[in-house]
């Protein structure tokens, strides 16, 4: 079945920097878009970022547009989120999120989420 690990969630200060990772399994992964989402305490999902099949196509909230950056890597089953310039109001727990098909379509599964704290 569908198997999403995320990882590289942390405490960092605002203005510092963390990558998260998430590897997947269980489909083949270079088949199809992932995301990035997230939740701060008491609030609602938020998409962050999507990046197609082939890494070709990209797209970000506006809120993390300039500071994230979504890549993939097919041949480990992996993708990532680059994010810098951290601030608190992207304190959340972030989900990667694997898709119905190959680029910008609805979510199929994602994983258990990795915690991010950006403390003043």
């Known amino acids: 079945q569908v198997q999403l690990v995320e990882s590289g969630g942390g405490l960092v200060q605002a203005g510092g920097f963390l990558r998260l990772s998430c590897t997947a399994s269980?489909?083949?992964?270079?088949?199809?878009?992932m995301s990035w989402v997230r939740q701060a305490p008491g609030k609602g999902l938020e998409w962050v970022s999507d990046?197609?099949?082939?890494?070709?196509?990209?797209y970000y909230a506006d809120s993390v547009k300039g500071r994230f950056t979504i890549s993939r890597d097919n041949a480990k089953n992996t993708v990532y989120l680059q994010m810098n310039s951290l601030k608190n109001n992207d304190t959340a727990v972030y989900y990667c999120?694997?898709?119905?098909?190959?680029?910008?379509?609805?979510?199929?599964?994602w994983g258990q989420g990795t915690q991010v704290t950006v403390s003043s």
């Open positions: 999120a694997k898709q119905w098909d190959v680029e910008r379509s609805a979510f199929q599964a």
């Open positions: 269980g489909f083949p992964f270079s088949m199809y878009g």
């Open positions: 990046i197609n099949s082939g890494g070709t196509s990209i």
